[in-house]
Nanobody, 125 residues
Framework: VQLQASGGGLVQTGGSLRLSCAAS????????LGWFRQAPGKEREFVAA????????VTADPVKGRFTISKDSAKNTVYLQMNSLKPEDTAVYYC???????????????????WGQGTLVTVSS
């Protein structure tokens, strides 16, 4: 599985961005896709994930209510809509894919075997 992330950029506090992650695979049935981020000098952290079949989602507390993960099955693409952005959201955002994880483990990086390149999101104060 190859993952291509896009959509990062520079935005002011309170603004919005939508990240996209396109997967080059015939079918994502059985997969879960997630977004992680890593800020300078910090460890990578989970942001949000979605199970491709059924659409169950998990969202990290720091972004809950502001970020929404969704998917377009026809395009094999997952999105991360980010609203009310804050300077602390500044990070490189990575999309990832894994197979057959239960919902409670979709926030754990070890359940992802495929990673895309990062896309930088910078939120100015």
């Amino acid at each position: 599985v190859q993952l291509q992330a896009s959509g990062g950029g520079l935005v002011q506090t309170g603004g919005s961005l939508r990240l996209s992650c396109a997967a080059s695979v015939r079918t994502l049935s059985g997969y879960h896709l997630g977004w992680f981020r890593q800020a300078p000098g910090k460890e990578r952290e989970f942001v949000a994930a979605i199970r491709w079949s059924g659409g169950a989602t998990v969202t990290a507390d720091p972004v809950k209510g502001r970020f929404t993960i969704s998917k377009d099955s026809a395009k094999n693409t997952v999105y991360l809509q980010m609203n009310s952005l804050k300077p602390e959201d500044t990070a490189v955002y990575y999309c990832a894919a894994g197979v057959r994880a239960i919902i409670s483990t979709m926030s754990t990086s070890r359940t992802y075997g495929y990673w895309g390149q990062g896309t930088l999101v910078t939120v100015s104060s």
